[in-house]
């Protein structure tokens, strides 16, 4: 359920407020006992049950237009309860949360200064367990922020900002942040960001694709957050073909961990454990798109991007698994001159990556170290008829399934059971029809 209301005054005022309920019940496993072992005769089901209710509001105000002074209230509430059986494994968490942020923003009336300013409060309480661990966390995080914009020149803008956090468990945390635009020319423009983070660790949130696998859950350090530097920057040029833009973007971004939670199921096949980082962890991405009109209404996009994501497991600096170290992605997207008819088609290019490895395993659970790069093929059509939408689309249309995605499904009790190595599509091609209607 959800609605959402809006208000807007003649006077500077507008306000959007609304609520969310969410009663899910999720059911997967086995339809009927097929397998073998100590508890045969017992099918193994994963049942999750959340609710989760939510109000929001959002408020601003416009003192006057020139100079802009403005002011704004973010409100924010949650609640969620989830229960939770994997096989005979139970997980039950509890989240009750609330978020405010005040926020005031003024301008000079050549713009060439702008001023932001703010505060904020979060509070979350996070309350999980699962066999036989037991995680509580109450924080509480008054903080205030600030940033400068400086554009002397509409080719140029700084921006430097920092923000200061008291945290109730972890002390004073201070977040500076920049970023630099300048534009070459009307087609030629270059960003540049620099910052720290930080951010709490959900130490079974996080990893719920582990519990349903026959995986111990070994803390060896109790998770607290993590901490690092990211920065990188974006160029974007445009290019005049055939009186139609050609937009080329390339990306680079990479962020350095000095304080990260490691989930490690490298050192052990039948165990998943955190432990705090000693070593080495950095994440590099490199993206380079390109989006061009070919004929009038028929649009293409494609873009490559590149991970190199590693951590340091134990006494090996591995690569992240279950990751395409590249992708490749191309879409195009055409209308009728009405827009009667729509079509949508997108071609993924998955490429390989690193399996966690199961040598400890028997022989017939072994997989192998290393996955190769597979397609992936989506389409729709969609029909508008007045305010109806009907649509028909296909998604996986080359049919790839990952071989074998379950080790031991055979003998899901049983102590090798193990669904989280997953890294390909599992449910092959598929076909949906539906409709969508558009009141407003």
Known sequence: FLNRWNYHSFTGYESQFGIQIIN????AGQISETHSGSHSGHPYDINIDTERYEVYAKNGYVFNDEPYTSMGLILNGQYQNQNSLFGYREYNSHLRSFYANLIFETKTKDEIHAVTLGGSYVFDQYDENFNGIDYFRKESRPGIFAEYNYSPFPQIAVVPGARVDFHNLYGTLFTPRIHVKYGFDDNTTLRISAGKGFRSVNLLAE??????????FVVINNPTYEEGWNYGFNLTRYFS?????????ADYYRTDFIKQTVVDIDSDVRQVRFYDLDGKSYSNNYQIELAYELFQRLDLSAAFRYSDVKTQFGDQFLTKPLVSRYKVLLTLSYATEEREWLFDASFLLNGDGRVPSTKENPEQYKRPETFSEFVNINAQLTKRIDIVDLYFGAENLLDFKQDNPIIASDDPFGEYFDSSLVWGPIDGRKFYLGLRLSVL
């Open 24 to 27: 899910e019940k999720r059911n």
């Open 207 to 216: 990893n719920m694709n582990y519990l349903a696998s026959s995986r111990q």
């Open 241 to 249: 073909i055939s009186n139609r833009d050609l937009r080329i973007t």
